[in-house]
Structures are given as structure tokens and as C-alpha cells.
């Protein structure tokens, strides 16, 4: 019912042709909840959970390190590929997160609660757990080592441990997420309930939110929780009391100009500051500061903050230079491969996506489904004794911008970050639907699709909907 409710919001709205698309989405989201009824569902039964390895096996035909949303997704589409057992997933957390969800989770729309299963529960059956660390790789011999000196061999191996929140980057950054209630992240699952205590705390006075000079997954995310804050305290007649204040690192606001000329526009109409080039050095939450960098002249300026919302640089985890030749210094240190095969430059037995990947697009979840796809086709392939070059990645990418509760914009591009849009009407404009995309549709199109092997992206749809004239 208040799905219907929803979409009947949507036609009332005025907005005939997006109410037909969203139907359609709806049936689509429909019919992923009711494929393969033994797999996991956020909303029944419970799947056929990943065998736990046996302690004495230590080698793998394909061996994945890192068991999340990478791991997972590409875990599961080698099923029917290979045998059960011919696939070790390497994870050592208890729990696997869908952290596309924590935006969500800081605006007080959902709890930390449904952003996560048991990592047994998102592991495919096909493969086997093995719930250690990875403290080495030796691409040479093809083999990882695990805590405790534990040597595990692969004939092939694909990495995706994720990225590291550098905290520390940040002088005074940790102190103040543990001790002041004011200052929270949205991007770690220790402190995102932070997020929206502090909203229904803040009552007049200056929020600050803070976008770093590193590569980070979701960079859109720092936005989208600035404008849900914004959004909240409109609605409750208390907006005219704050001054928001956003300052990034970056040049612009979105890497795409479409996007970023949309984004501005939004911010200069809600009375939002935004500043460019600007990067966050340090908290002094004793005093209430922030303390900001150019990142051309290196001049610092002193902010004083009611409320802060903290992104933390975010580097390459520091095991993956534990091996001459896998990373690369020019690469910011992640995982050297092809931008379009996603094999090694190096080593033609290993392949790499997600964030500690050097693929030149945004971490994102979206582009995860599309260099899922690409990796197993040509891993697959290579498997067969192929060349390994059957499917190319054009860098697909996607980031829906939620700009309040019930609007957003979505973008989605590509390498040469030329726009990529699945729907044929423009979607820099705020929408309802793209709201709802957000809240209702990806959450279980992650659970029930994308991690169990069956969602390689949008490409299909884009190609209905544009009547087969886009890419």
C-alpha cells in the first residue's frame, strides 16, 4: 500500500512520464524480490548460507580477497562456472554492510540494523569462507598470506579489500567523532548513528560538512547527507537559524559538469556556502573548530562549527605493498590493471575492482555492477584458456543524489564522464523518483540482485528506454 501511495504521489505531482518509468521500476524490483528463493531476502526466508573452509585447505582455483560488495558480486557470478569449493572468499568481519545505505541511516530514514547480514549469509554457497586476514601477497609464487602465517596458493586471484578510512589524517579528527556529539561520519559503522542525533540536537548556529582531497568511495555522499540536514530543518521552520556551510577539495562540485552546475544551483537556492579547493586538516572540537587548508596556496582558515559532518581521506589498505609490482605509486597505490579487461598490467593471473582498484571512475556500488560483469566474463574466459579480453569496462558509473527526503537528481557516466542516463528525460533535474530510487528501489536491488550475481548494471535498461540509440 504505500508503495501505491508513493507512485500515486508521484503522477499527482505532475510528473506523468516519471510515475511510467517508476511503475516499471517497481515491477522490476517486484521480480528481483522473487528470483532464486533460497538466497537471502531482507524481508523472508533466509539463503543457503557460504561453507565455512576447512582449516586444512590452502589452495583455490580462484581466490578472492575481500568479501564485500566486490567479493561477494563476483563470488557469486562464478556460479556454474566453477565447482563448489573452487572459490575462497577471504573477509575477516563478522557482518557485511551495504553502505550505500548509511546516507540513510544518518538522515533517521533506516537503521544501521537493516544496512547489514551475517558475512556467512552474503557469501554465496558456491564458495568458501575463509574468515581470516590478509597480512601479505606474493604474486610471484600466486599465493596470500593470512594472520598467523598461514600460506594460502590460487591459480587466479582477484582483489577488492576495499579502502581504509584514514581518521588520522585529520589532526584531532577521532577525538572529536568519540567525545563530541556534535561532529559526525556517515562513513563508518561505529559512528554514522551519530549523524542523526546530531540533527535533532543542532538548533541554530553554523553546519559544516567537508569533502577531503583523497579518492573516496561514494563522493557524492558528503552532499547528500548536506542536503537531507538542510531538508530536515526546513521542514521543521528552522533552516532560517542555520548557516550551512560545504567545503570540498575538490575544483568542483561533481566531476561531471552537468551534475556539478546542478548542485550549485541547488545550493545557491537553499542559502547553502559551498567552497572549492578547500580541504579539512584538523578539529579542536575543545573549541569548536575547524580548521581548513587551501590546497593551492596551503593558507589555513579557523572555523567555528555547531554541527560537523566529517568525510575522512580514505587510502589504499597498506597490505596491498606488501608485493613489488602489485600497486603503483602513480596509481595512488592501488591495484594496477587494465582500465577496460581489469587484469593486472603485471601479473596476467590477477584482476582487481572496487575501490582499491586503479580504475579511473567513482567507487561506487553502481560501478561494482558493471566491473563484476566485465571481470568475470574475461576471468571466466581465461579460465577456458582464452584470451581474457572478451568484454571491455567503459567506467560506468552511477551516484544518486538524494537533495531532501522526497527529491534527488542521478547521475550516471562514464570514463570520458560523458553522461549515461537510463532515463530519456533529463536527470539533473530534482525528482521524486530518483528519491525513491534511492530509499526503495537499490536497497533491495543490492541485496537480491547485485551480491548474488545478477545485476550487471543498467546498460539493458537504458537501451529500452532509449529505444535502442544509447550505449
Known sequence: MGRILYLKYLLFKGNILAFGYTTMAALVSSL??????????????????????????????????????????????????????????????????????????????????????????????????????????DPENNKVTVSGGREISYDYLVICVGFKLRFDMIKGAKAALDEDARVCTNYSAQYVEKTFKAFQHFDHGTAIFTLPHTPIKCAGAPQKIMYLFEDYLAKRGRNKDAQILYFTATKAMFSVKKYSDALENICKKRGIVYSL????IEVDHKRSIA???????????EYKYDFLHLTPPMTAPEVLNTAT????????????????????????????????????????????????????????????????????????????????????????FDYDLNTLETFPFDQSQERALFAWIKRSFLPPLYWNALIRGIWGGPAWLRRIFHLGLSR
Open 291 to 301: 580548521v581548513f587548508q587551501d590546497v593551492d596556496t596551503k593558507a589555513t582558515k
Open 277 to 280: 579547493g578547500q580541504n579539512l
Open 325 to 412: 609490482g602489485l600497486t603503483s605509486s602513480e596509481m595512488n597505490n592501488f591495484v594496477n590493471v587494465d582500465p577496460q579487461t581489469l587484469r593486472h598490467v603485471k601479473f596476467n593471473n590477477i584482476f582487481s575492482l572496487g575501490d582499491c582498484s586503479s580504475l579511473p571512475t567513482s567507487k561506487t556500488a553502481a560501478a561494482i555492477s558493471s566491473e563484476s560483469r566485465v571481470l568475470c566474463d574475461n576471468l571466466t574466459d581465461v579460465i577456458r584458456g582464452g584470451s581474457g579480453n572478451v568484454s571491455k569496462y567503459n567506467g560506468y558509473t552511477s551516484c544518486p543524489l538524494i537533495t531532501g527526503y522526497k527529491k534527488g537528481i542521478l547521475a550516471e
Open 32 to 137: 528481483l524480490l522473487k528470483v532464486q528463493p533460497n538466497w537471502f531476502r531482507v524481508e523472508g526466508s533466509v539463503r543457503k548460507v557460504a561453507m565455512l573452509a576447512t582449516s586444512g585447505k590452502n589452495h583455490y582455483q580462484v581466490l578472492i580477497a575481500g568479501g564485500g560488495t566486490g567479493g561477494c558480486t563476483v563470488a557469486a557470478r562464478l556460479r556454474g562456472v566453477l565447482p563448489a569449493g573452487a572459490v575462497g572468499v577471504i573477509e575477516p568481519h563478522e557482518h557485511h554492510y551495504y553502505q550505500g545505505a548509511w546516507t540513510l541511516v544518518g538522515a533517521g530514514i533506516t537503521d544501521l540494523s537493516q544496512t547489514r547480514i551475517p558475512t556467512r549469509e552474503a557469501i554465496p554457497n558456491n564458495a568458501e569462507w575463509i574468515e581470516d586476514k590478509i597480512v601479505g601477497f
